[in-house]
């Protein structure tokens, strides 16, 4: 046996989930706001698409392994369409959820890093914790900065921490866990950083159709100089409410493709080609389909927000106000007494799953997250909840 070190960790998020669908198996009654997954039904057009899509012989055999030439001519034309981003067919990788297409931007990113280690990627101190583990399974050294009171992008000590060896930073915005949206002059100054000091941006952009406040955010890739900086990565998970799809793409310079290409030749080699075709027959016959749905579905989780947010308003609770995605990151007054784990422990006894702040880093054990992507009916039920629990520890009402 080698000495190597295991460097495998599990999403403390999938794990949280695995926990609480057992639970349901188990009997249990138990309101999941602890996993990002719209509520929404999936749309009509997606099974429309799959049965156009399954009648073709030709969808299965492989493809490439970025991905059938129609899949990415659909994704070129849909990301034009939608986001006004230019990507050409050798720019394009359609991957297996946008999960995957992180694990390749980091792969790709520490390419090299055998003849020079020590690589460094700046994550942020409150992050999904799935990039702290990838970037641990790929040997890079994490680098992590803030957050800041309002959770607004830490330029000042991202300029800090930059090294000769920082090769990328990872950008989520629309934010998991805090729905903010960093502005486009946040992310001017990032991209000015970032051709500085010539480091790539990892930007997972997949809630950016879910904007619930103001204009949708462009993408760090359209400032001038950052295209051929930037890996965009994406996935009609939350877009199109498919999350266990597993339908993902990935946008880059051709030469950053071709790392990432290599890396996914040798994981799953392309990802499934009749869900390559469903998604291309999505793009190509539903576009407007597609935009009703995400406009009806956003003036849903909208007024989830609104509802929520008026909630906490109501006891005095402090949270971040969420403009895009779908949770609401809620802090805990310290009278409480407990930390996130204890808090969502307790709302957990009484039926209702939250996700604890430390998942997302130690500097955010004082607030709990909460996904509103559910029906008004549970969402009463899970306020319900937490008030028995704002009862229970003196918290009172502002008249
Ligand atoms: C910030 C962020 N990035 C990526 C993903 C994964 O997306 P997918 O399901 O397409 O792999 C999630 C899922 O919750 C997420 O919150």
Known sequence: MSGKKIKAKGSPLNELNAKILELIIGGQTVIRLNVGEPHVTTPLFLIEAGAEA???????GYTFVEGAIEIRESISEFVYKMFTLEYSLDEIIFTSGAKQGIDLAVAATLADQETKPGYEIIIFASDWPTYNAIIRAHDGILVLVGPNEDFSLPLAEIRAKITKNTR???????????????????????????????????????YNTIILEGEMPVSIASFKGMKERTIIVNSFSKMWAIPGWRAGFVLAINAKCRDMIAAKSNIDGNSCSLLQFIIKAAIDNHFEDSLAFIKKSNEEYKKNKDYICAF??????????PKGAFYVFVKLPKKFGVNSEECSEILLQEGLAVAPGIIFGETCDDYIRI???????????AMNIIEKLFIQKGVVKIE
């Open 54 to 60: 399954s009648k073709m012989e030709s969808n299965n």
């Open 168 to 206: 990328a930073i990872i950008i989520n915005s629309p934010n998991n866990p805090t729905s903010v949206i960093w502005s486009n002059e946040e992310l001017g100054e990032l991209a000015q950083l970032a051709i500085e000091h010539d480091f790539i941006v990892i930007s997972d952009e997949v």
């Open 312 to 321: 906490f308003d109501l006891w005095g609770i402090e949270y971040v106000p």
């Open 371 to 381: 996904c509103f992507a559910t029906t008004t009916e549970e969402l009463i039920k």
